[in-house]
């Protein structure tokens, strides 16, 4: 089946740096998702991305889809301590109605 | 009130018990599934559902079933639980293929 690889698996950083993670495929997807998990707590879906090449951004954070539709990208800029959570690649290719997600990046961001 | 509600939100049981994970939702939406969250393994998909009528397993069904009792209802069930069935449990809904919105999770221990 579909595969996705997120990196990194974890991050430590200082309060106000920028943060970028990815998600790679040997397959062709056709949305991306951006997902965020708070301790305790189901995802909550931060950006969604349609088409290839697009860029989306939602407050601090920029999503990007991958050109050769394989990728997207997630960047967090001036982060603050409330970023800390897990945060969830996804994307949905052939299977229809079925997401597919990556491993997750932990971010821990210290003031 | 949450729209999606998940009961239990902590359980622990034995070996060989039999388990039911309840999903319920006042979204509305005809989509309902189920997922298992493990360290460093993401979301994987049990089973879902598209309407009452439908079922459908995931990537690692066995050892479960599932129910669909009315659109807004969705349970999971472990027939006999094993330890390696000791893992978060989420539910989700969506309306469209893509956005799926997430219960708070099921926390259960399989002694």
């Known amino acids: 089946g579909q595969q996705l690889n997120q990196s990194p698996q974890s991050m430590f950083i200082q309060e106000g740096e920028d943060v970028s993670m990815n998600c790679t495929s040997s397959?062709?997807?056709?949305?991306w998702l951006w997902y965020k998990q708070d301790p305790g707590e189901g995802p909550v879906l931060l950006i969604a991305?349609?088409?290839?090449?697009e860029l989306t951004s939602n407050g601090r954070l920029t999503a990007q889809f991958g050109i050769t539709r394989k990728d997207s990208f997630l960047n967090i800029s001036a982060s603050i301590p409330s970023d800390v959570g897990i945060y969830f690649c996804?994307?949905?290719?052939?299977?229809?109605?079925?997401?597919?997600f990556g491993q997750g990046t932990i971010l821990t961001v210290h003031p | 009130d949450a729209d999606v509600t998940q009961t239990p939100r902590n359980r622990i049981t034995k070996t060989g018990k039999r388990i039911m994970l309840e999903c319920s939702q006042t979204?509305?939406?005809?989509?309902m599934y189920w997922y298992r969250q493990d360290p460093g393994l993401g979301l994987r998909l049990i089973y879902y559902?598209?309407?009452?009528?439908?079922?459908n397993k995931g990537e690692i069904s066995d050892g479960y079933s599932v129910s669909r009792q009315a659109q807004a209802k969705f349970s999971l069930s472990l027939e006999s639980a094993i330890p390696n069935q000791t893992a978060l449990y989420f539910c989700?809904?969506?309306?469209?293929?893509?956005?799926?919105?997430f219960g708070p999770g099921t926390r259960l221990t399989v002694l």
């Open positions: 397959s062709i997807f056709n949305t």
């Open positions: 979204k509305g939406h005809d989509r």
């Open positions: 989700a809904t969506s309306d469209r293929v893509d956005t799926q919105y």
């Open positions: 991305l349609y088409k290839a090449g």
């Open positions: 996804a994307g949905l290719g052939t299977s229809y109605g079925k997401l597919t």
């Open positions: 559902s598209f309407d009452v009528k439908d079922i």
